[in-house]
């Protein structure tokens, strides 16, 4: 058996070896192992949980705040000298109305807001990247393939050619283009395989494993949202103006008087028995009212006025922005199909061609180049049948994230597919 065509059984067999493999692995579940143990998304996962305890810490400030303090001395004056004592005592505070406490906490709460949309966000990130990192190495892989049929068939059309020439049916000039495309093909393989090495590399730098790489992708559906505000950037720009408006209500509720009450108990107790204890108990009712501060509480608030405008700004900047890539992306996914669909008519044309060139290749109607000819249209309608299709996938994944739709709970409705 002929060492060429051992080597395509064995890469045939590993190829379906590889795919039986990967097509018991699903996508989602696959996903959600991978962000679990992504270091990225465990950063993520923690600055999240620092803005929840940011707003249980704000929170905190509306109930009563107990202290307990303990102290030791000695005090001189003219009625008492040399007295060493020591003294204990509990405080209770509790704060009536504090409008700036309040916008503290409704700005806190905003802040966890904001976390949870940018976890959200470097989530739907993560998993457009490893996506596009799979379908590119894939992409190569299919290529290198293609490549690999075609450096193959040459061989068998040189083979086919040299046997015409030995048995005198054609002349050497014959032969020679074959040669040139074997040595052309052969060397398009070696780059095909080069550069999906380079995607491989890509892949496993994202801290996939070597197992995992050649696991199926579903089919990736088409988005038919028109929600703008549900594109990660562009919600967390809204969070930022309603960030941005409660810092503007704090700054303002520093100009407002707060009210309090404290309640407190001490006992002092001397070290000499000479001298009595002394016990003190109190109940106070505060009012602090802002008077005069130096223009410092008026210039900030001024400040955050502008800081929401800038926001506010910034929001309506990006809701267009992304409304136009959105738009964008979807003519582009119409035009590939397009695309697709020729080199698909193309590439049945060319097999339909090809076939018939052959044939009158064989009975001497038809010259080498001829052949050639055909197959090297063949080979491009091929490539950019396979181009136009990963292409399409691509948009329809960059589509679904700039929507909002590429998160987990919808990868799991994809189901199972064969990319």
């Known amino acids: 058996m002929p060492l060429r065509t051992v080597t395509y059984m064995f890469l045939c067999l590993l190829f379906a070896t590889s795919e039986a493999t990967a097509s018991?692995?699903?996508?989602?579940?696959?996903?959600?192992?991978?962000?679990?143990?992504?270091?990225?998304?465990?950063?993520?996962?923690?600055?999240?949980?620092?803005?929840?305890?940011?707003?249980?810490?704000?929170?905190?400030?509306?109930f009563p705040q107990l202290r307990g303090d303990l102290s030791v001395g000695q005090t001189t004056d003219e009625l008492v000298s040399n007295k060493k004592y020591y003294n204990y005592s509990a405080s209770l505070e509790q704060g009536i109305f504090s409008y700036k406490n309040i916008a503290r906490y409704k700005t806190s709460r905003l802040i966890r807001q904001a976390g949870k949309v940018i976890y959200g966000e470097k989530v739907a990130q993560r998993i457009l990247k490893v996506t596009t990192a799979l379908l590119n190495y894939k992409l190569s892989l299919r290529l290198q393939k293609l490549r690999y049929a075609d450096q193959r068939n040459t061989r068998s059309s040189l083979l086919r050619t040299q046997k015409r020439y030995r048995a005198g049916d054609i002349s050497k000039t014959e032969v020679w283009p074959f040669e040139s495309r074997v040595f052309t093909s052969t060397a398009r393989w070696e780059q095909a395989k080069n550069q999906t090495a380079k995607k491989l590399r890509k892949v496993l730098a994202l801290g996939i494993k070597q197992s995992e790489v050649d696991l199926f992708i579903p089919k990736i559906p088409t988005s038919e949202s028109t929600d703008v505000t549900k594109n990660g950037a562009v919600k967390l720009a809204s969070s930022k103006v309603e960030i941005a408006r409660g810092a503007e209500r704090e700054a303002f509720a520093t100009m407002l008087p707060e009210l309090d009450l404290k309640v407190k108990a001490s006992r002092e107790r001397p070290f000499d028995s000479n001298y009595a204890a002394e016990y003190d108990r109190s109940i106070s009712l505060n009012l602090t009212i802002p008077i005069f501060s130096g223009g410092t509480d008026f210039y900030k608030r001024k400040?955050?006025?502008?800081?929401?405008?800038?926001?506010?700004?910034?929001?309506?900047?990006?809701?267009?922005?992304?409304?136009?890539?959105?738009?964008?992306?979807?003519?582009?996914?119409?035009?590939?199909?397009?695309?697709?669909?020729l080199f698909q008519s193309s590439h049945f044309a060319a097999k339909k061609n090809l076939r018939g060139v052959t044939s009158e290749f064989r009975s001497g109607t038809k010259n080498s180049i001829d052949v050639l000819s055909v197959r090297k249209n063949l080979i491009e309608a091929q490539i950019g049948r396979i181009n136009a299709e990963f292409k399409e996938m691509s948009l329809k994944l960059v589509l679904l994230y700039k929507t909002g739709e590429l998160t987990l709970p919808k990868i799991k409705r994809w189901g199972r597919g064969s990319i």
Do not use: W
């Open 303 to 341: 400040s955050e006025v502008s800081r929401r405008i800038s926001s506010q700004y910034l929001y309506r900047s990006l809701l267009i922005q992304t409304t136009n890539q959105i738009d964008d992306i979807r003519v582009e996914i119409k035009r590939v199909k397009k695309i697709k669909a």
């Open 24 to 62: 018991n692995l699903n996508y989602y579940d696959f996903l959600s192992k991978y962000l679990k143990s992504d270091f990225s998304m465990m950063s993520a996962q923690m600055d999240y949980q620092a803005s929840i305890s940011d707003s249980l810490s704000s929170r905190g400030l509306f």
